[in-house]
């Protein structure tokens, strides 16, 4: 575990642990030079200990460059809890782990993620203040996934700009892969657009039941890589794109809502670039739901929220061109665009 903090340039990373409600859980700040941290917190049965620790240092990591990138004031930060999330949670675990985070003084807000829902939230929010994604009852936003599927809608539209020249989806082939809430909403929109949609799932019920709702073609999770599509669109699990997947795939471009889809961002993202596969960084174009978030806290306007959720057509555009202009992948692209806002943000910093 130490090895793996070493490697990283995380600000402050905060182990939680009760006894009383059998809390254990990380909390990871990664950067704060744009704002306070922002992020989600999983509940996830993890293997191992380690195997928490590093899902929570590259999500927070990755939280950075999404605010940076998308041009919110604020930094990067996740949270973990170990455990069942459907078996595991109570109202005094969640509120136990509230009382962790107000004892961060506000450099960590927290959000809903993968396990944790609004309630949850909710019971966050009766221990602190730092907190987004409450029930609307409470002056909250309530569930960020359909803002989420707007911004992966709009990634999708610009790949599809860049790759056939126009962002049509009319005819065009989907393959959601995860149904989950942002998987289903961004299913919705795309049949909307009339786009042809292939849905899997591991729980292949919950895959036929959206597919049916939706006029969408369920097909087998494990099939999914074995068809020919337009745009591959992860939504569940991260790391599908790697050394064995990538070989296998007959898609002209990926663009989906999961985190870390790459498993190695270095050789997967290259081998993409050289196999002519446009990739929209998950980063970027999951953003929608950490903008949600943001504009909760600024005073929560729905229209606004969805303005700025639309304002990631241009960027992935932008990342896009710079990808094929410089010969980088794309995600190297989008890295290089983050950077250089928080370097320049910590320079006038560092001026006053």
Excluded at 22 to 46: C, E, K, N, S, V
Excluded at 148 to 177: P, W, Y
Excluded at 304 to 310: F, K, S, V, Y
Aim: glycine share 10%.
């Amino acid at each position: 575990m130490f090895n793996q903090l070493s490697k990283c340039s995380h600000q402050n990373v905060v182990f939680c642990s009760d006894e009383d409600t059998g809390l254990q859980a990380i909390i990871a700040i990664h950067d704060t030079t744009l704002g306070p941290a922002l992020g989600g917190t999983r509940m996830w049965t993890y293997a191992t200990e380690a195997d928490a620790l590093k899902d929570v240092l590259r999500l927070s990591r990755t939280m950075t460059y999404k605010a940076a990138i998308s041009g919110l004031n604020l930094g990067g930060g996740n949270a973990v809890i170990i455990g069942d999330s459907s078996t595991g949670k109570t109202e005094a675990l969640m509120r136990r782990f509230g009382r962790f985070i107000k004892n961060l003084n506000g450099s960590f807000i927290t959000a809903e993620d993968l396990g944790t829902n609004p309630k949850d939230m909710e019971y966050i929010r009766m221990e602190t203040q730092y907190v987004t994604g409450v029930p609307e009852t409470l002056g909250g936003s309530g569930d960020p996934s359909p803002i989420a599927a707007k911004g992966v809608l709009m990634g999708i539209k610009a790949c599809i700009k860049e790759h056939f020249g126009n962002d049509s989806l009319i005819g065009r082939t989907v393959a959601v892969q995860g149904a989950g809430q942002v998987g289903e909403n961004l299913i919705h929109l795309l049949r909307e657009e009339h786009a042809k949609v292939y849905v899997s799932d591991i729980n292949e019920e919950r895959a036929m039941l959206v597919a049916a709702k939706y006029g969408a073609h369920a097909i087998a999770n494990n099939s999914i890589l074995d068809l020919e599509f337009d745009v591959y669109a992860p939504c569940a699990m991260g790391a599908t794109i790697n050394s064995e997947t990538i070989p296998r795939m007959k898609c002209a471009i990926i663009a989906g809502s999961a985190n870390n889809q790459l498993a190695d961002e270095e050789i997967h993202g290259q081998m993409l670039l050289e196999r002519g596969i446009l990739y929209a960084p998950d980063y970027l174009i999951n953003a929608g739901g950490m903008i949600n978030c943001y504009s909760e806290l600024a005073g929560y306007s729905r229209k606004r929220t969805m303005q700025l959720a639309e304002n990631i057509y241009s960027a992935t555009r932008g990342v896009l061109q710079k990808s094929i202009r410089d010969q980088i992948p794309a995600n190297r692209a989008a890295d290089i665009i983050a950077e250089k806002r928080i370097s320049d943000i910590r320079k006038i910093k560092g001026s006053f």
